[in-house]
C-alpha cells in the first residue's frame, strides 16, 4: 500500500501536468519578430586593452563587493577584470550586437542575424572560441503578462498558536526559530535571487515590506518587468523574504535582495547558462553576500548541446565552472539540486555539481526523502546533495498572492539560503568556505553521509553555538 506522501506526490503532479497543459491550450503562440536571429557565446583569448588594473578594483567592483573580499582575504585577480573594450569594439565592427560578458569567463554573447557572420568572428585573433548557444524560435508565447492577486491571505491560512504561520515546519526543522529568537533574521545581508521571473513581488500586500534593493534582466529579448513574468521568483523569494505573523513568516526576513532574471520560459537553451553567469557577477560586482539560485540545466531543445553525466564533475559545463568561482570571490551559493530523481537522468542537474557550493535536496515534513530530488554523487566523487530541507512539499506565497504549497527542491533551498543569512548576521568572522563546512559539519548526518541526502538536515542553532565557541576558543588563543 503506498505512503500517504507517494499519494499526495502523485496527486499534485497530476494537478500540475493538467494545469500545465490546460494552460498551453490557452495560450495562443504568435509569430516571433526576432526570428530568424542566432546569439553566440564568443571565447576572448585575454584581457589586452582594458583600462582597468587589479591594483584599483574600486573602478569596477562597488565598496561593498571589494570590502566583501578584504574581510575573507581574497585577493582581486585577473578573472575579476571587466573584458577587454578594445575587444569589443572589433566585434561590434563584425555586424554583431553584444548582448553581454562574463568576466570571469572572458566570454561575450553576440546576437547576429546570419550565422555567416561568426566565420568572421571565428577569423579574428582575438577570439579562440565561437560556439552557437540559442536560435531564436520561430514562435513565442507572451509571457509577460500582468495578471491579477489577493489582497489578503485566506482566513484558513492564519495559524494563531505559531508566528511562522503555514511556514512552520520548514523553520523549526531547521532550529532556525532559535537564531531568530536572539535576533538574527538575516538584517545586513545581501541575498541575489537568480530566477525566471518574479510576477506581482511589487504589488502583493504581503511583499511590500521586504528590503528589495534592485532588479535587473539578463535574459534576451528583455522582459518588460520582472514582475510581469513567472512566479517561480516569487515563490522562492517568500520563502525567505515576507513576514505575515500568525500566516507566513520566511526565514531571512530581514536581509535585503536583488531579484535577478536569467531564466528564459521560451525555450530551453544553453545560453541561459550565460545569463546565468551574468546575473552572478553582477551580484559579486553589487557586494551581494549569498546567491540563491533554484535553477538547473541538462537536457536543451532538440538535443543541441544538452550535457552527458560524466559532465557532472563541477568544471566540465560553463555554468558549474562558473559557479565553482562564487566562493573564491567571497559569496555564498545555495543552489537547487534539480528534481529529476524520478526520471531517466536522475543525477544533479549543474550548477548543482559544482565545487564550494551548497547544493540542496528535498525531504518531506516528515523528513524522508522525496523521490524526485536529484542524487549524487558527483563524476569527481564528491558527496552531493550537501544537504536537505523540507520541499515535498513547501509553504510559498504564490504571484496570486496566497498561501500554497509546491513541491521541488527549487522552494527547500530558499529555506536553507535564509537560514544561511541569519546564520552569516550572527558569525560575521566566517569566510565563504567556512560558513558552508559550518553548516555541513553540524548536519544531522554529518558522521554517515549519503548520496541521497547528503550530510542530512542542517541543525542553525547547533551551527552557531559551535561557530560562537570558535570564536571564542580564537580570541583566548590570540
Not at 71 to 87: C, E
Not at 422 to 436: E, I, S
Request: glycine residues 6%.
Amino acid at each position: 500500500m503506498l505512503r500517504w506522501w507517494a499519494s499526495a506526490l502523485f496527486a499534485l503532479l497530476a494537478n500540475f501536468f493538467f494545469s500545465n497543459a490546460k494552460a498551453q491550450e490557452m495560450t495562443r503562440k504568435v509569430k516571433n519578430r526576432d526570428y530568424p536571429a542566432y546569439i553566440f557565446r564568443v571565447t576572448l583569448c585575454d584581457k589586452q586593452g582594458s583600462p582597468y588594473s587589479v591594483a584599483h578594483p574600486s573602478r569596477f567592483l562597488s565598496r561593498r563587493s571589494v570590502e566583501r573580499r578584504k574581510r575573507q582575504q581574497l585577493a582581486v585577480d585577473s578573472t575579476d577584470l571587466p573584458v577587454s573594450t578594445k575587444y569589443l569594439k572589433i566585434i561590434e565592427n563584425k555586424d554583431a550586437r553584444i548582448l553581454g560578458c562574463s568576466k570571469w569567463n572572458n566570454t561575450v554573447l553576440v546576437l547576429m542575424r546570419d550565422t555567416v557572420h561568426a566565420e568572421r568572428l571565428r577569423a579574428l585573433p582575438c577570439i579562440s572560441g565561437c560556439k552557437l548557444v540559442w536560435q531564436a524560435p520561430d514562435s513565442i508565447t507572451h509571457t509577460a503578462i500582468r495578471t491579477k492577486y489577493h489582497e489578503h491571505f485566506n482566513p484558513w491560512d492564519s495559524v494563531t498558536s505559531t508566528h511562522y504561520g503555514r511556514a512552520d515546519k520548514q523553520i523549526r526543522s531547521l532550529n532556525g526559530h532559535r537564531l531568530h529568537d536572539i535576533g538574527f533574521l538575516g538584517e545586513g545581508i545581501w541575498i541575489a535571487v537568480l530566477d525566471g521571473g518574479f510576477k506581482n513581488a511589487d504589488r502583493i500586500p504581503s511583499m511590500e515590506r521586504i528590503d528589495v534593493r534592485g532588479s535587473r534582466d539578463f535574459v534576451f529579448p528583455p522582459s518588460p518587468s520582472v514582475f510581469y513574468e513567472q512566479d517561480h521568483g516569487t515563490k522562492v523569494l517568500s520563502t525567505m523574504a515576507v513576514c505575515q505573523p500568525f500566516q507566513f513568516v520566511g526565514t531571512a526576513p530581514k536581509a535585503s535582495y536583488w531579484l535577478m532574471r536569467c531564466e528564459d520560459q521560451q525555450t530551453e537553451q544553453e545560453v541561459e547558462e550565460d545569463y546565468w553567469a551574468m546575473a552572478v557577477e553582477y551580484a559579486d560586482s553589487l557586494g551581494c553576500d549569498i546567491v540563491n539560485s533554484s535553477l538547473g540545466y541538462h537536457q536543451f531543445d532538440h538535443g543541441h548541446g544538452s550535457h552527458q553525466l560524466w559532465q557532472l564533475d563541477g568544471q566540465q559545463t560553463f555554468i558549474s565552472h562558473t559557479a565553482s568561482m562564487v566562493a573564491h570571490k567571497g559569496m555564498v551559493l545555495v543552489n537547487s539540486a534539480g528534481n529529476t530523481g524520478m526520471g531517466p537522468w536522475k543525477k544533479l542537474t549543474p550548477p548543482a555539481d559544482a565545487h564550494d557550493c551548497l547544493t540542496v535536496g528535498a525531504v518531506t515534513p516528515e523528513l524522508t526523502n522525496a523521490p524526485f530530488a536529484a542524487v549524487g554523487p558527483t563524476q569527481d566523487g564528491r558527496i552531493k546533495p550537501d544537504v536537505v530541507a523540507i520541499g515535498s512539499p513547501a509553504a510559498v506565497v504564490t504571484g496570486r498572492g496566497t498561501i500554497s504549497h509546491d513541491m521541488g527542491t527549487s522552494f527547500s533551498t530558499p529555506v536553507v539560503c535564509g537560514m544561511m543569512a541569519c546564520l552569516w548576521q550572527a558569525l560575521p568572522h566566517l569566510t565563504a568556505l567556512q560558513l558552508m563546512d559550518l553548516v555541513r559539519q553540524t548536519s544531522d548526518q554529518h558522521s554517515h553521509p549519503t548520496n541521497i541526502t547528503g550530510y542530512g538536515m542542517p541543525n542553525f542553532w547547533r551551527a552557531y553555538m559551535i561557530g560562537k565557541k570558535m570564536q571564542h576558543d580564537e580570541r583566548e588563543k590570540e
